[in-house]
Protein backbone atom coordinates (compact mmCIF):
# COMPACT_ATOMS: atom_id res chain seq x y z
CA UNK A 1 0.00 0.00 0.00
CA UNK A 2 0.83 3.81 -0.31
CA UNK A 3 0.59 5.97 1.96
CA UNK A 4 1.43 10.22 1.72
CA UNK A 5 2.42 12.37 4.61
CA UNK A 6 2.56 16.12 4.70
CA UNK A 7 3.95 17.50 8.47
CA UNK A 8 3.49 20.83 7.96
CA UNK A 9 -0.68 21.33 8.23
CA UNK A 10 0.04 25.59 7.92
CA UNK A 11 2.88 27.27 6.68
CA UNK A 12 2.73 31.17 6.70
CA UNK A 13 5.14 33.18 4.71
CA UNK A 14 5.54 36.62 3.68
CA UNK A 15 5.38 37.51 0.45
CA UNK A 16 7.95 37.76 -1.86
CA UNK A 17 9.73 35.21 0.31
CA UNK A 18 10.93 31.78 -0.75
CA UNK A 19 8.35 28.91 0.58
CA UNK A 20 9.02 24.80 0.65
CA UNK A 21 6.22 22.86 1.46
CA UNK A 22 7.33 18.95 2.18
CA UNK A 23 6.01 15.57 1.02
CA UNK A 24 7.24 12.18 2.17
CA UNK A 25 5.89 9.16 1.06
CA UNK A 26 5.98 5.34 1.76
CA UNK A 27 5.58 2.65 -0.92
CA UNK A 28 6.69 -0.47 -1.79
CA UNK A 29 6.29 -0.81 -5.41
CA UNK A 30 7.34 2.25 -7.96
CA UNK A 31 5.23 5.00 -7.56
CA UNK A 32 4.29 8.86 -9.82
CA UNK A 33 4.17 11.62 -7.73
CA UNK A 34 2.16 14.46 -7.96
CA UNK A 35 1.21 18.09 -6.21
CA UNK A 36 -1.90 19.85 -6.79
CA UNK A 37 -3.26 22.70 -5.40
CA UNK A 38 -6.77 23.39 -4.31
CA UNK A 39 -8.57 27.28 -4.08
CA UNK A 40 -11.45 27.91 -1.97
CA UNK A 41 -14.67 25.68 -2.74
CA UNK A 42 -12.83 24.34 -6.26
CA UNK A 43 -11.58 21.12 -7.26
CA UNK A 44 -8.14 19.91 -7.13
CA UNK A 45 -5.80 21.53 -9.56
CA UNK A 46 -2.48 19.53 -11.16
CA UNK A 47 0.81 21.90 -10.25
CA UNK A 48 3.37 19.28 -11.50
CA UNK A 49 4.31 15.67 -11.60
CA UNK A 50 6.93 13.25 -11.89
CA UNK A 51 6.64 10.12 -13.83
CA UNK A 52 10.38 9.34 -14.39
CA UNK A 53 13.97 11.05 -15.76
CA UNK A 54 14.96 14.38 -14.13
CA UNK A 55 14.44 14.62 -10.51
CA UNK A 56 14.04 18.02 -10.52
CA UNK A 57 10.21 18.90 -11.54
CA UNK A 58 9.32 22.20 -12.98
CA UNK A 59 5.05 23.06 -12.90
CA UNK A 60 3.21 26.04 -13.48
CA UNK A 61 3.04 29.68 -11.17
CA UNK A 62 6.65 29.22 -10.78
CA UNK A 63 6.64 26.05 -8.31
CA UNK A 64 9.10 23.37 -8.91
CA UNK A 65 9.71 19.96 -6.80
CA UNK A 66 12.37 17.21 -6.73
CA UNK A 67 12.23 13.82 -6.33
CA UNK A 68 14.74 12.36 -3.96
CA UNK A 69 14.37 8.31 -4.19
CA UNK A 70 16.29 7.76 -0.95
CA UNK A 71 14.53 10.28 1.55
CA UNK A 72 10.99 9.13 -0.39
CA UNK A 73 10.86 12.77 -0.43
CA UNK A 74 8.85 15.34 -3.09
CA UNK A 75 9.03 18.79 -1.44
CA UNK A 76 7.44 21.78 -3.84
CA UNK A 77 9.52 24.97 -3.49
CA UNK A 78 9.05 28.57 -4.71
CA UNK A 79 11.63 31.10 -4.67
CA UNK A 80 8.93 34.31 -4.18
CA UNK A 81 5.52 33.82 -3.75
CA UNK A 82 2.42 35.86 -4.19
CA UNK A 83 -0.67 36.36 -2.26
CA UNK A 84 -2.46 34.64 -4.71
CA UNK A 85 -0.62 31.73 -4.04
CA UNK A 86 -2.59 30.61 -0.82
CA UNK A 87 -4.28 28.41 -1.30
CA UNK A 88 -4.06 24.63 0.06
CA UNK A 89 -1.07 21.88 -1.64
CA UNK A 90 -1.78 18.48 -2.09
CA UNK A 91 0.73 15.74 -2.52
CA UNK A 92 -0.15 12.58 -4.12
CA UNK A 93 0.96 9.07 -5.70
CA UNK A 94 -0.05 6.37 -7.40
CA UNK A 95 0.89 3.14 -8.55
CA UNK A 96 2.74 3.01 -11.92
CA UNK A 97 0.94 -0.13 -13.06
CA UNK A 98 -2.00 -2.33 -11.28
CA UNK A 99 -5.08 -0.61 -10.13
CA UNK A 100 -5.15 2.87 -10.53
CA UNK A 101 -5.96 5.01 -7.82
CA UNK A 102 -4.27 8.05 -6.31
CA UNK A 103 -3.26 8.53 -2.75
CA UNK A 104 -3.35 11.57 -1.12
CA UNK A 105 -1.92 13.22 1.85
CA UNK A 106 -4.06 15.39 4.48
CA UNK A 107 -2.72 18.82 2.69
CA UNK A 108 -0.95 22.04 3.76
CA UNK A 109 -2.82 25.48 4.12
CA UNK A 110 -0.35 27.99 2.31
CA UNK A 111 -0.84 31.56 3.84
CA UNK A 112 0.85 34.56 1.82
CA UNK A 113 1.13 37.42 4.18
CA UNK A 114 1.54 40.81 2.71
CA UNK B 1 -17.26 21.96 -22.98
CA UNK B 2 -13.94 20.75 -21.27
CA UNK B 3 -12.30 18.88 -18.48
CA UNK B 4 -14.70 17.43 -16.04
CA UNK B 5 -17.69 18.78 -14.77
CA UNK B 6 -20.00 18.19 -11.54
CA UNK B 7 -23.14 19.00 -11.20
CA UNK B 8 -24.90 20.44 -8.62
CA UNK B 9 -22.33 22.34 -7.00
CA UNK B 10 -24.57 22.71 -3.87
CA UNK B 11 -26.52 20.33 -2.13
CA UNK B 12 -28.55 20.37 1.01
CA UNK B 13 -30.76 17.25 1.84
CA UNK B 14 -32.53 15.30 4.98
CA UNK B 15 -31.68 12.36 5.97
CA UNK B 16 -34.60 10.64 4.28
CA UNK B 17 -34.40 11.99 0.90
CA UNK B 18 -32.81 10.27 -2.41
CA UNK B 19 -30.71 12.30 -4.33
CA UNK B 20 -28.02 11.67 -7.49
CA UNK B 21 -24.39 13.73 -7.92
CA UNK B 22 -23.90 13.90 -11.95
CA UNK B 23 -20.13 13.83 -13.30
CA UNK B 24 -19.18 14.25 -17.04
CA UNK B 25 -16.00 14.52 -18.54
CA UNK B 26 -14.95 15.50 -21.47
CA UNK B 27 -11.29 14.60 -21.78
CA UNK B 28 -11.70 11.17 -23.31
CA UNK B 29 -10.41 9.60 -20.01
CA UNK B 30 -11.05 5.59 -19.21
CA UNK B 31 -11.21 6.00 -15.62
CA UNK B 32 -13.21 7.88 -13.33
CA UNK B 33 -13.10 8.47 -9.67
CA UNK B 34 -15.54 9.41 -6.65
CA UNK B 35 -13.20 11.28 -3.93
CA UNK B 36 -14.85 12.62 -0.11
CA UNK B 37 -13.10 15.66 1.19
CA UNK B 38 -14.07 16.28 4.90
CA UNK B 39 -12.80 19.07 6.91
CA UNK B 40 -9.20 17.97 8.81
CA UNK B 41 -8.85 14.94 6.97
CA UNK B 42 -7.33 13.18 3.90
CA UNK B 43 -9.30 13.11 0.73
CA UNK B 44 -10.53 9.61 0.80
CA UNK B 45 -10.98 7.42 -2.60
CA UNK B 46 -14.67 5.88 -2.29
CA UNK B 47 -14.78 4.06 -5.72
CA UNK B 48 -12.97 3.50 -9.13
CA UNK B 49 -14.34 2.62 -12.30
CA UNK B 50 -11.74 1.91 -14.79
CA UNK B 51 -13.65 0.71 -18.92
CA UNK B 52 -17.14 0.92 -16.82
CA UNK B 53 -16.17 -1.49 -14.09
CA UNK B 54 -15.87 -1.05 -10.87
CA UNK B 55 -12.68 -1.99 -9.92
CA UNK B 56 -12.13 -0.18 -6.30
CA UNK B 57 -14.95 0.01 -3.24
CA UNK B 58 -12.96 1.75 -0.13
CA UNK B 59 -15.83 0.01 1.89
CA UNK B 60 -18.16 2.56 1.92
CA UNK B 61 -21.39 2.68 3.25
CA UNK B 62 -24.33 1.14 0.65
CA UNK B 63 -26.44 4.14 1.12
CA UNK B 64 -23.98 5.61 -1.32
CA UNK B 65 -24.23 3.90 -5.02
CA UNK B 66 -22.07 4.71 -7.73
CA UNK B 67 -23.50 4.16 -11.25
CA UNK B 68 -20.96 4.60 -14.62
CA UNK B 69 -23.20 4.15 -17.28
CA UNK B 70 -20.11 5.15 -20.00
CA UNK B 71 -16.87 6.31 -19.63
CA UNK B 72 -17.95 9.53 -20.41
CA UNK B 73 -20.45 9.68 -17.38
CA UNK B 74 -20.26 8.78 -13.40
CA UNK B 75 -22.96 9.27 -10.87
CA UNK B 76 -23.25 8.92 -7.40
CA UNK B 77 -26.76 7.86 -6.01
CA UNK B 78 -27.53 8.99 -2.21
CA UNK B 79 -30.20 8.07 0.34
CA UNK B 80 -30.90 8.15 3.97
CA UNK B 81 -27.58 9.70 4.68
CA UNK B 82 -26.35 10.87 7.68
CA UNK B 83 -25.05 14.31 8.81
CA UNK B 84 -21.53 13.36 8.79
CA UNK B 85 -21.63 12.23 5.38
CA UNK B 86 -21.62 16.04 5.25
CA UNK B 87 -18.24 17.02 2.42
CA UNK B 88 -17.29 18.41 -0.25
CA UNK B 89 -17.59 15.20 -2.90
CA UNK B 90 -14.97 15.21 -5.74
CA UNK B 91 -15.10 13.61 -9.06
CA UNK B 92 -11.75 12.77 -10.90
CA UNK B 93 -10.75 10.94 -14.43
CA UNK B 94 -7.53 9.71 -15.72
CA UNK B 95 -6.51 7.42 -18.62
CA UNK B 96 -6.18 4.31 -17.10
CA UNK B 97 -3.62 2.66 -19.25
CA UNK B 98 -1.08 5.98 -18.68
CA UNK B 99 -1.75 6.43 -14.85
CA UNK B 100 -0.36 9.76 -15.20
CA UNK B 101 -2.62 12.27 -13.49
CA UNK B 102 -5.65 12.85 -12.53
CA UNK B 103 -8.32 15.42 -13.49
CA UNK B 104 -10.82 17.26 -11.13
CA UNK B 105 -14.27 18.40 -10.97
CA UNK B 106 -15.07 21.22 -8.96
CA UNK B 107 -17.08 19.37 -6.09
CA UNK B 108 -20.11 19.45 -5.26
CA UNK B 109 -20.84 20.43 -1.17
CA UNK B 110 -22.92 18.33 0.02
CA UNK B 111 -25.26 19.44 3.23
CA UNK B 112 -26.93 16.75 5.19
CA UNK B 113 -29.56 18.58 7.54
Known amino acids: AQSVTQLDSQVPVFEEAPVELRCNYSSSVSVYLFWYVQYPNQGLQLLLKYLSGSTLVKGINGFEAEFNKSQTSFHLRKPSVHISDTAEYFCAVSRTSGTYKYIFGTGTRLKVLA | ETGVTQTPRHLVMGMTNKKSLKCEQH?????MYWYKQSAKKPLELMFVYSLEERVENNSVPSRFSPECPNSSHLFLHLHTLQPEDSALYLCASSQADRNTEAFFGQGTRLTVV
Open chain 2, 27 to 31: LGHNA
